[in-house]
């Protein structure tokens, strides 16, 4: 049990972390010692107890109470003045020490004995799991932990993590808790990236500054970084590579396009170094992070990425292993389609768009952190491959809905990720939706169904009056175009190009309502 008073954190090392009937104990404190709780004895006293003097009774109470305790830390730094309790100290710390010791060896924790001692103790795992953070506080991290970095780190694999890993999390894989801060918690120059990344997404949420702490743990970062460069053995290391990735994203987050790029252009050399982007795939959590990052940017001036996916053709979905899935558009698409053929590049992306949402769209699906990763990297040929596609391709006369299919698609994979929500939206991103949606250019029925789907989209980016205005009129008007009077059959019609209804049904519906409010007030 662990228990908590005005001086000292008391830990019970016969409990462990939970204490009998799930009290608290509070042990108040004096002239920086322990004042301990008295212990009641059971059973039949013993003969001639009430001949024994008091003092010698309140010695036995305090020694039996201290038995019970396997760890005493001084919360304010003071030393306590008696001699003995400082033993006492010191030889539980150690005696918790060797404990550990021993279950990472897989000894009993009751083994006693020289043949239990002369076991070689192994070295320290290189990656610690958040269960094994409390087991050895001393000199076991890579930076001198404070109070509120623990708070910065839950942060990090809590809150942050709903907004950054939203497609792991329905399927119960948490990436923040299970890879990056075990791995942060052995290396400084990721552990100060981690520490800046959730400082920057504190301050971002709660509309304040940036704090001198944040600052304070970009410049450890940087310093550590650069003696890093120096070092041949360290420079590309997996750690180092993923510290400069989460700065190249935060600083995006930010609105910091300059030092994204700067930190961009590291990344492109320190993965040439490594021997391109495919060397990364073994790895894929990492692989998904340097993707996120060359791609955030990327999308907000619509420009080619730094790094060179290979683009691959449609993968099977995950939760279908050995049915081949038949490559098909998502209905409204086709209906495109076959009216304008789409060229093949374009057309197999939109085929992964349709396998993915179906994916997306499973209900109940398994605990997984494999499948997960697939939809990650599917959705990730799907960004590159639209990035990549020139303006030539699309921007043709008379085929500005070729471009709505190009946007539509980038918008939607981003917002099932959650990235819209992450990341400003550049005015060159909304100044080419203006200009591909114009009414003049969809005419025909399905030409309207994309256009209001892509509208649609469109609402849940963070727009400013005016282009909030200009939305939500479209999607009024091409509605009662095509005799749409309710939110359930927009929503049908919305699921004909691709729609996540569980990333989507609630901003779909908020926006609908506010479309109708509009329309009725015109």
Same mark, same amino acid.
């Given at each position: 049990?662990?228990?908590?008073?005005?001086?000292?954190?008391?830990?019970?090392?016969?409990?462990?972390?939970?204490?009998?009937?799930?009290?608290?104990?509070?042990?108040?404190?004096?002239?920086?010692?322990?004042?301990?709780?008295?212990?009641?004895?059971?059973?039949?006293?013993?003969?001639?107890?009430?001949? =024994?003097?008091?003092?010698?009774?309140?010695?036995?109470?305090?020694?039996?109470?201290?038995?019970?305790?396997?760890?005493?830390?001084?919360?304010?730094?003071?030393?306590?003045?008696?001699?003995?309790?400082?033993?006492?100290?010191?030889?539980?710390?150690?005696?918790?020490?060797?404990?550990?010791?021993?279950?990472?060896?897989?000894?009993?924790?009751?083994?006693?004995?020289?043949?239990?001692?002369?076991?070689?103790?192994?070295?320290?795992?290189?990656?610690?799991?958040?269960?094994?953070?409390?087991?050895?506080?001393?000199?076991?991290?890579?930076?001198?932990?404070?109070?509120?970095?623990?708070?910065?780190?839950?942060?990090?694999?809590?809150?942050?993590?709903?907004?950054?890993?939203?497609?792991?999390?329905?399927?119960?894989?948490?990436?923040?808790?299970?890879?990056?801060?075990?791995?942060?918690?052995?290396?400084?120059?990721?552990?100060?990236?981690?520490?800046?990344?959730?400082?920057?997404?504190?301050?971002?949420?709660?509309?304040?500054?940036?704090?001198?702490?944040?600052?304070?743990?970009?410049?450890?970062?940087?310093?550590?970084?650069?003696?890093?460069?120096?070092?041949?053995?360290?420079?590309?290391?997996?750690?180092?590579?993923?510290?400069?990735?989460?700065?190249?994203?935060?600083?995006?987050?930010?609105?910091?396009?300059?030092?994204?790029?700067?930190?961009?252009?590291?990344?492109?050399?320190?993965?040439?170094?490594?021997?391109?982007?495919?060397?990364?795939?073994?790895?894929?959590?990492?692989?998904?992070?340097?993707?996120?990052?060359?791609?955030?940017?990327?999308?907000?001036?619509?420009?080619?990425?730094?790094?060179?996916?290979?683009?691959?053709?449609?993968?099977?979905?995950?939760?279908?292993?050995?049915?081949?899935?038949?490559?098909?558009?998502?209905?409204?698409?086709?209906?495109?389609?076959?009216?304008?053929?789409?060229?093949?590049?374009?057309?197999?992306?939109?085929?992964?768009?349709?396998?993915?949402?179906?994916?997306?769209?499973?209900?109940?699906?398994?605990?997984?952190?494999?499948?997960?990763?697939?939809?990650?990297?599917?959705?990730?040929?799907?960004?590159?491959?639209?990035?990549?596609?020139?303006?030539?391709?699309?921007?043709?006369?008379?085929?500005?809905?070729?471009?709505?299919?190009?946007?539509?698609?980038?918008?939607?994979?981003?917002?099932?990720?959650?990235?819209?929500?992450?990341?400003?939206?550049?005015?060159?991103?909304?100044?080419?939706?203006?200009?591909?949606?114009?009414?003049?250019?969809?005419?025909?029925?399905?030409? =309207?169904?994309?256009?209001?789907?892509?509208?649609?989209?469109?609402?849940?980016?963070?727009?400013?009056?005016?282009?909030?205005?200009?939305?939500?009129?479209?999607?009024?008007?091409?509605?009662?175009?095509?005799?749409?009077?309710?939110?359930?059959?927009?929503?049908?019609?919305?699921?004909?190009?691709?729609?996540?209804?569980?990333?989507?049904?609630?901003?779909?519906?908020?926006?609908?309502?506010?479309?109708?409010?509009?329309?009725?007030?015109?």
């Amino acid at each position: 049990m662990a228990t908590l008073s005005p001086k000292f954190l008391v830990f019970d090392s016969n409990k462990g972390s939970k204490g009998e009937h799930g009290e608290l104990i509070y042990c108040p404190s004096k002239n920086a010692n322990v004042q301990w709780p008295k212990t009641s004895r059971r059973g039949r006293p013993r003969k001639e107890e009430s001949l =024994r003097s008091s003092k010698y009774l309140l010695r036995e109470a305090e020694n039996s109470s201290k038995q019970r305790y396997g760890f005493v830390e001084c919360s304010d730094g003071q030393r306590p003045s008696d001699s003995n309790t400082r033993k006492f100290v010191r030889s539980h710390v150690m005696r918790d020490y060797r404990q550990q010791k021993r279950v990472l060896r897989g000894v009993p924790v009751g083994s006693e004995g020289d043949e239990a001692m002369a076991v070689t103790e192994p070295e320290i795992p290189s990656i610690q799991t958040p269960e094994r953070w409390r087991w050895d506080p001393f000199e076991s991290f890579p930076i001198k932990m404070l109070p509120y970095m623990q708070d910065l780190l839950y942060l990090y694999i809590s809150t942050a993590t709903e907004y950054l890993y939203p497609i792991e999390a329905y399927w119960g894989f948490n990436p923040s808790r299970d890879v990056w801060v075990p791995l942060a918690l052995t290396d400084p120059v990721l552990l100060n990236s981690v520490l800046f990344t959730s400082e920057q997404f504190l301050a971002r949420m709660t509309g304040k500054k940036e704090c001198p702490l944040a600052i304070n743990h970009l410049t450890q970062t940087i310093q550590i970084l650069n003696e890093r460069l120096r070092d041949p053995s360290q420079q590309i290391s997996d750690p180092t590579i993923a510290a400069v990735t989460g700065l190249a994203l935060t600083e995006q987050s930010s609105g910091n396009h300059e030092n994204w790029r700067i930190h961009m252009e590291g990344i492109k050399r320190m993965v040439e170094m490594r021997g391109g982007l495919s060397t990364f795939e073994s790895n894929s959590i990492l692989y998904d992070k340097l993707c996120r990052a060359d791609i955030c940017g990327a999308i907000r001036t619509l420009s080619k990425p730094y790094l060179q996916m290979e683009i691959r053709r449609v993968y099977p979905s995950d939760l279908e292993e050995g049915n081949d899935k038949e490559r098909t558009l998502a209905p409204g698409f086709k209906a495109i389609h076959d009216d304008h053929e789409f060229d093949p590049d374009l057309f197999d992306i939109l085929c992964t768009v349709h396998a993915v949402t179906q994916d997306i769209n499973t209900v109940n699906p398994p605990k997984s952190e494999s499948i997960p990763l697939q939809l990650r990297k599917r959705i990730r040929s799907v960004q590159y491959g639209l990035l990549s596609i020139e303006d030539d391709d699309t921007g043709r006369s008379g085929d500005k809905f070729l471009e709505a299919c190009r946007l539509g698609a980038l918008l939607y994979v981003g917002i099932i990720q959650n990235e819209f929500r992450i990341w400003p939206v550049s005015h060159q991103l909304l100044w080419q939706l203006n200009s591909c949606l114009q009414k003049e250019s969809f005419t025909t029925d399905a030409m =309207r169904s994309l256009r209001l789907w892509v509208m649609f989209l469109a609402s849940s980016l963070m727009l400013n009056p005016v282009d909030e205005s200009w939305v939500l009129y479209s999607i009024a008007e091409e509605a009662s175009h095509l005799s749409i009077r309710n939110w359930c059959d927009a929503k049908l019609l919305l699921e004909t190009f691709a729609w996540a209804g569980k990333a989507q049904d609630r901003t779909g519906r908020d926006t609908w309502d506010a479309a109708v409010k509009i329309q009725r007030s015109s």
